[in-house]
């Protein structure tokens, strides 16, 4: 009987030695395609549209093209600036092994929860206006990234509106509490200098305000011209409507509102930007580089964007040269 038991057991004890085997084999995906070590990144932005979602697409594309092991924990702040310290501290508390701050708000609530996480930022206008680095060629001790605006794009969509819109003044729609749009926005008066170009601006606050806004133009606006702001895009609807309604062209600044409605930018892909900032993170995951090795980059080209149907519900006369210049965007369904 005794030995009959310790058979039993042996057995046992073999059945769950394969099994194990077995389960190894099974999760050697969760480990990563190298095998190697798993990683903890702690993904935030300030809000949910098209061109921040897309930057974090190419951000985790680039990640795991590279094989790495990595769990994100994303963390949108709603558009909502109170949100941005929480999120940040919660990363912290976690102990992730580097941070994507996916806007300004995002890399400036990361930057004050830590000097020691890597802080990796996109969709951001100008880091050292915004005090998160100190130079494009020397950022600081944790941070490094991509931005998203060209130093030529403003230039470039203010030349395009002088040439096609001589003499318009220009409909300026935007959050005076994003630091990005100041930004913006202090270099579009820059580049209107000496054009035959006029200003009108109205500022927001929230979402909710963007469409009275934009309508408290209609009356002395020629051409809509909606930067990179944060809460504008978000509520980019409303000006739309109003632009298709009151038939004035909506000039925008990159293109996933082109596709969304917008008639025309000189912009950048915000996945292609995103997915650069995730080639950083692999070296700085791996060890290869630290963020200070990184200098901050701009975004590698700018090409000008058409949406035909926004053209036409905006009544825009059609110029032969789009035909050459342009790419052209298929509205978004």
Known sequence: MKKWLQLTVLALISILVLAACGSDDTNDNSEGNDGGEKYVVGASQIVEHPSLD??????????????LNVDFKFESAQN???????????????GVDLIFANSTPSALGALEATDEIPILFTS?????????VESMDQ???NITGVLDLHPDAINETVNFIETYFEGATVGLVYNAGEPNSVSQIEAVKEATEGTSLSL?????????????????LVSDVDVFYIITDNTVVEA???????????????VVGEPDSVAKGGFATFGID????????GEMA??????????????VEYPPSIQLFINKDAAEAQNVEWNADWDDDAQFIEPAE
């Open 282 to 295: 692999v070296e700085i995951l791996t060890g290869e580089k630290t963020t200070s090795d990184i200098p």
């Open 270 to 277: 915000y996945y292609t930007i995103g997915y650069r900032t």
């Open 54 to 67: 897309n930057a974090y697409e190419g951000f985790k594309a680039a990640i795991e093209e590279a094989g």
């Open 139 to 141: 950022p600081g001790e």
């Open 200 to 216: 009108k601006e109205a500022t927001v606050a929230n979402g909710a305000e963007v469409q009275q806004a934009t309508q408290s």
């Open 124 to 132: 951001v206008t100008d880091a050292v206006d915004a005090k998160l």
């Open 236 to 250: 980019l609807d409303s000006v739309i409507a109003v632009a298709n309604d009151q038939d004035i062209p909506l």
């Open 80 to 94: 909502d600036q109170n949100n941005v310290k929480p999120i940040s501290d919660g990363f912290v508390a976690d």
